[in-house]
């Protein structure tokens, strides 16, 4: 790395989640050495940005680079990332009586699927810091996403997945080079097998969390959401919540454009709504009290691989971005999965991942017990495409 080219990252320190301890930012870190939790990114925002600046930057996630990690730009590992569409859901909205739905589509980013972004940061990171090879537990996406930045920056990736994962994410992961493990069981199992084979830290594990950097990939999207609707927010954002990176990682976005003065002070921030599938929603158990927190949860296997994360390490994070946004928490079974996907496939000609289909399915719960109101701007995070699902929901169309 070439330390005599001015940065073009306003990166200036990592704290920790829970005590706020400060960690070094310049050197490879993973969770913070006080509580063993996430560490969080800050930067430098006291000085003029104008957010006119990033017009003539490329259109994807790293038009933000100023308030992203990476110092130096030889560094970056990309394939395009970000950026992705807001559709406009007239045909459902007209069906149901709403104003205004919007849908953010992230399966249209590399790999399919909005761990591109998350993935696209880490391991860019991993290669500015010296790192020679990733590991990462996955219920899908994170694998096939770090596999193809990792062959892109010639490092060496191992893929631990579920065994009952859809065989379409086992064959792009193959096809990237990377070495992939099967595990009997959910992510958490794969999490185990992780800390066990790379007990001696040879590999960058990046799991949910593990590591500063995949949640400033995924805070982009709250950037994002911010300039294409003309620096204005919906009123409800609807995400599905698995190891819950990307709705933390907006909601801090949020925060950074306020202290930028890239948002006015009197615009609102949205409600944040966390959607699980109910056969895994260790966060709705906790948020609504029937558990302390999801230390020993149990869950089972769903059609969306992605929200099948039984112990969230961004529990409390995730919980504190529910209570600061007096947003909620609820769960969707896999046949209202199933029915989603069917409605968006035939009425807005969207073949969304069965997380996506989750989020408008909740969004319908909310409208019928009041509360989400029928003019209200609404926000639907679509994480993936439904094609790497197919195995998962052949024949359900009729």
Known sequence: MND???SVSRLQALHCSVCGAPHPAFTLQRVSDCCQMPLLVSYDLHEPLPRASIRSLDGTMWRYREVLPLLHDENQVSLGEGFTPLLDLKNVAGRYSLQSVVLK???QNPTGSFKARGLSMAVSK????GVQGCIIPTAGNAGVALAAYCAKAGMRAVVAMPRHTPQAFKEECYWYGAEVQLIDGLINDCAAWVRQ???????LDVSTLKE???IEGKKTMGYEIA???GWQLPDVILYPAGGGTGLIGIWKAFQEMKALGWLAPDVKLPRMVAVQAANCCPLVETYQGRQANAHSYVGQPTIANGLA???PLGELLMLDVLRESQGTALSITDAEMVEGMRELGRLEGLFVAPEGAAVWMAARQLLAAGWLQPDEQILLLNTGSGQKYLEN???QHG
Do not use: S
């Not at 991993?126 to 810091?129: F, Y």
């Not at 084979?197 to 590999?203: I, K, Y």
């Open 4 to 6: 005599t080219l001015e």
């Open 105 to 107: 589509d992230e399966g």
């Open 126 to 129: 991993a290669k500015e810091l």
């Open 197 to 203: 084979v790379n007990a001696a830290g040879e590999l």
């Open 212 to 214: 500063p950097y995949r």
């Open 227 to 229: 300039e294409q609707l």
């Open 309 to 311: 994360v039984p112990r």
């Open 393 to 395: 929901v052949a024949g």
